[in-house]
């Protein structure tokens, strides 16, 4: 009697521990206890890295940021050699004056012949009148009506002749412009706000048109990118709303949204989840957050929860808790 009632002790036991290991992966599976409706993951925060190139190049004549500093949209980041841009600009404003002068004496030169080859086409027809009444030679009338034709192919020719000056100096003009641009690139300027990630070129180095003198990491805005198991993603669209607790960042979240999910499933990374879970078919999925507090550092463990059911209120507590 005694040993069926142990044996039935060691029976429930035994039940009952599978059903607590149950609930358990249950639990985990869910987030720890987190409602239906809250999908709970982690990650590591990637903030977007610009690269600041030289459009023109030129040499290096000083870098105004060391790696580590924090810099402004429109701060001043390098300062390039512009000497021999200036060169140019004065050669081409030269080049514009003449053109521009040019011109100035072809419309001249246009107004004189439109002048002239009026009073030839009036003396031509007054040369026509006489001549039916044969008070002058067909001589005359012929000279006169040489004369207006020769007038007016100059006025031809130099109305061409205007054409072709005010394009080369659209040209000069063209030109200087260029060349001021070239100028206003000298100078390089930060397309973001962000953190000097690194410098690649030095003072007095060379920097050719395009090549990449700093790396910055923005901080506005970072990407977190967690791995979801298929079944929670099935219920994930871009869009939803996120929130997302930085590591060692008590009382406070980041507000943020599904950016995008992954068209195809993979196995877990394995700088992710424990070994026992790599094997795991997963779907990556990239939330977008400000960052105007700079509370997500590049590269920082976070947590965050996503919620499919806008009708689920958030938990009051942090993932994993």
Do not use: C
């Not at 009506?145 to 007038?151: H, K, M, V």
């Amino acid at each position: 009697m005694r040993q069926g009632l142990g044996i039935g002790l060691v029976v429930l036991v035994v039940l009952a521990g599978i059903a607590a290991f149950g609930w358990w992966m249950y639990e985990r599976a869910r987030g720890d206890g987190i409602p239906e409706g809250i999908i709970v993951a982690s990650g590591r925060v990637e903030a977007r890295e610009t690269r600041v190139a030289a459009a023109a190049g030129g040499r290096v004549l000083q870098v105004l940021v060391e790696e580590g500093d924090v810099v402004q949209e429109g701060d001043v980041l390098v300062e390039l050699d512009r000497r021999s841009v200036e060169a140019g600009i004065a050669a081409a404003e030269a080049a514009y004056a003449a053109a521009r002068a040019n011109v100035t004496a072809t419309q001249g030169r246009i107004a004189a012949l439109e002048s002239q080859a009026d009073l030839a086409r009036t003396e031509a027809e007054r040369s026509r009148r006489l001549l039916a009444r044969d008070a002058v030679s067909r001589q005359t009338v012929d000279l006169a009506e040489s004369t207006r034709a020769q007038l007016e192919n100059e006025m031809e020719a130099a109305r061409a002749g205007l054409d072709l000056a005010r394009r080369q100096a659209d040209a000069a003009r063209a030109e200087i412009r260029a060349i001021e641009v070239r100028l206003s690139e000298a100078t390089v300027h930060s397309p973001v706000s962000g953190v000097v990630q690194s410098k690649l070129l030095r003072q007095g180095e060379m920097a050719a048109p395009g090549m990449t003198l700093l790396r910055l990491l923005e901080r506005d805005e970072v990407t977190l990118r967690v791995y979801l198991p298929i079944a929670s993603a099935q219920r994930v669209r871009p869009g939803m709303e996120a929130r997302a607790y930085v590591e060692g960042i008590e009382g406070t979240h980041v507000p943020g949204a599904v950016e995008r999910l992954s068209e195809e499933a993979e196995f877990t990374p394995r700088d992710v989840h424990m070994p026992d879970d790599r094997t795991t078919l997963v779907i990556a999925a990239s939330l977008r957050f400000p960052n105007l507090d700079g509370l997500l550092k590049n590269g920082f463990p976070a947590d965050v929860f996503i919620r499919w059911d806008p009708a689920v209120p958030w938990p009051g507590r942090r993932p994993w808790q």
